[in-house]
């Protein structure tokens, strides 16, 4: 039987802001620029807050910083089939978005450093209303926050441990068309915006020596519960749904010399078994991230970095369009192949892989200084099969 391609998804993105699958690389422009690295060497006070607590002790006294990021994804889907022809490539109209950040640290004495911040680490989101009804109004809208409380301690003059609770906050809604069962209707599914709290954990180590910096951090996976989301059955409830975020275990070094420092990170994100992305089939992610710093002077830094992680969506073929088998989290309907895979492209697009990142930070004084940093993502293309 001849093959028929029945959705093509194209994303490209320009941006100031990347992911890994849904999670930003970075969450200041100073770590972006070095391609999300900062497990295995510091990279700034507001940054090892999230990305490795121990490495809190580097900075002395009282420290603040607060920005945001900027993402200006540009998404498009195409649909085709032999009985409704070819849709062409279609723009989604979700193409600004604005995420904050904002830290403190403390340090107590020699031993203890108090760390504290706001991040937003995670989210995705589309928007085809009133643009092709064959991509069924699909709008998504995918938000999620971390308040870190961390605390460094200082075990000797080479080793510190930390350690963070973190408290999050998400907000989930989807908009889409869905077919009734019974009569094979289109009705809309969406229950729209539903929000969620959990909390999670992390422990760091850092080791330093001369030049040389070690890091180790593992971040638990964080339980959430979003209300009233999606109608499946068309029985007039809203049915909630676990969208899980993963655990992350990362190792990372660096090494200074002279002017130049370099570092590199591994990072693990466990997609595969949380509730939620585990259902809609995503793969787990090795994250490799290479930063690069060269210091002009003693108030100016440039900064390079790289960042790759296969998508934990992927292409795929001879799926099964009939057959509904897989159960989503606490969802009422159960779906085919074809509706998790075109659920994942059309309305959760995470299938960026290369990211080239650079930027600057200038001190103006002791007190005063700016960071900025810009991403830039190569495109992608995958394809679904019937």
Same mark, same amino acid.
């Given at each position: 039987?001849?093959?028929?391609?029945?959705?093509?998804?194209?994303?490209?993105?320009?941006?100031?802001?990347?992911?890994?699958?849904?999670?930003?690389?970075?969450?200041?422009?100073?770590?972006?620029?070095?391609?999300?690295?900062?497990?295995?060497?510091?990279?700034?006070?507001?940054?090892?807050?999230?990305?490795?607590? =121990?490495?809190?002790?580097?900075?002395?006294?009282?420290?603040?910083?607060?920005? =945001?990021?900027?993402?200006?994804?540009?998404?498009?889907?195409?649909?085709?089939?032999?009985?409704?022809? &070819?849709?062409?490539?279609?723009?989604?109209?979700?193409?600004?978005?604005?995420?904050?950040?904002?830290?403190?640290?403390?340090?107590?004495?020699?031993?203890?450093?108090?760390?504290?911040?706001?991040?937003?680490?995670?989210?995705?989101?589309?928007?085809?209303? /009133?643009? &092709?009804?064959?991509?069924?109004?699909?709008? #998504?809208?995918?938000?999620?926050?971390?308040?870190?409380?961390?605390?460094?301690?200082?075990?000797?003059? /080479?080793?510190?441990?930390?350690?963070?609770?973190?408290?999050?906050?998400?907000?989930?809604?989807?908009? #889409?068309?869905?077919?009734?069962?019974?009569?094979?209707?289109?009705?809309?599914?969406?229950?729209?915006?539903?929000?969620?709290?959990?909390?999670?954990?992390?422990?760091?180590?850092?080791?330093?020596?001369?030049?040389?910096?070690?890091?180790?951090?593992?971040? #638990?996976?964080?339980?959430?519960?979003?209300?009233?989301?999606?109608?499946?059955?068309?029985?007039?409830?809203?049915?909630?749904?676990?969208?899980?975020?993963?655990? %992350?275990?990362?190792?990372?070094?660096?090494?200074?010399?002279? =002017?130049?420092?370099?570092?590199?990170?591994?990072?693990?994100?466990?997609?595969?078994?949380?509730?939620?992305?585990?259902?809609?089939?995503?793969?787990?992610?090795?994250?490799?991230?290479?930063?690069?710093?060269?210091?002009?002077?003693?108030?100016?830094?440039?900064?390079?970095?790289?960042?790759?992680?296969?998508?934990?969506?992927?292409?795929?073929?001879?799926?099964?369009?009939?057959?509904? %088998?897989?159960?989503?989290?606490?969802?009422?309907?159960?779906?085919?192949?074809?509706?998790?895979?075109?659920?994942?492209?059309?309305?959760?697009?995470?299938?960026?892989?290369?990211?080239?990142?650079?930027?600057?930070?200038?001190?103006?004084?002791?007190?005063?200084?700016?960071?900025?940093?810009?991403?830039?993502?190569?495109?992608?293309?995958?394809?679904?099969?019937?």
């Amino acid at each position: 039987m001849k093959k028929l391609v029945v959705l093509l998804m194209l994303i490209t993105a320009i941006t100031v802001f990347a992911t890994n699958g849904d999670n930003m690389i970075g969450v200041t422009p100073s770590s972006s620029a070095l391609g999300g690295a900062g497990v295995g060497a510091p990279v700034g006070a507001t940054d090892e807050i999230f990305r490795n607590p =121990a490495f809190l002790g580097n900075y002395k006294g009282f420290n603040m910083s607060f920005g =945001a990021v900027l993402f200006f994804p540009e998404v498009r889907g195409r649909y085709s089939d032999m009985q409704h022809g &070819d849709s062409g490539f279609i723009k989604s109209q979700a193409d600004t978005f604005m995420v904050p950040e904002i830290g403190i640290t403390y340090q107590i004495n020699e031993k203890f450093t108090f760390g504290l911040g706001a991040f937003g680490v995670s989210g995705m989101g589309v928007d085809y209303r /009133n643009r &092709d009804p064959r991509l069924s109004n699909m709008n #998504t809208n995918f938000q999620f926050m971390r308040t870190i409380a961390a605390l460094s301690y200082k075990v000797n003059e /080479n080793l510190s441990l930390g350690f963070a609770l973190d408290l999050a906050w998400g907000s989930l809604d989807i908009g #889409t068309f869905l077919q009734d069962f019974h009569t094979g209707d289109a009705f809309e599914a969406g229950g729209g915006v539903s929000q969620a709290f959990g909390a999670g954990g992390q422990f760091g180590l850092a080791y330093q020596k001369n030049n040389f910096t070690f890091g180790i951090l593992y971040q #638990t996976s964080i339980p959430m519960n979003y209300d009233r989301v999606l109608d499946t059955n068309h029985d007039g409830i809203f049915e909630k749904m676990k969208l899980e975020q993963p655990d %992350e275990l990362a190792i990372g070094f660096g090494y200074r010399l002279n =002017a130049w420092r370099f570092m590199f990170d591994v990072r693990e994100i466990g997609w595969e078994n949380t509730d939620g992305y585990g259902q809609f089939l995503w793969k787990d992610q090795t994250v490799y991230c290479l930063g690069i710093e060269y210091t002009i002077s003693k108030q100016t830094t440039l900064k390079f970095g790289y960042n790759y992680a296969k998508s934990p969506i992927r292409n795929a073929d001879n799926l099964d369009l009939m057959t509904p %088998e897989h159960k989503v989290s606490e969802l009422s309907a159960t779906f085919s192949d074809f509706q998790v895979a075109w659920f994942n492209l059309l309305g959760f697009p995470a299938i960026t892989e290369d990211h080239y990142s650079m930027g600057i930070s200038h001190k103006f004084n002791k007190t005063f200084g700016i960071d900025f940093g810009f991403v830039y993502l190569l495109k992608r293309l995958l394809k679904l099969f019937l």
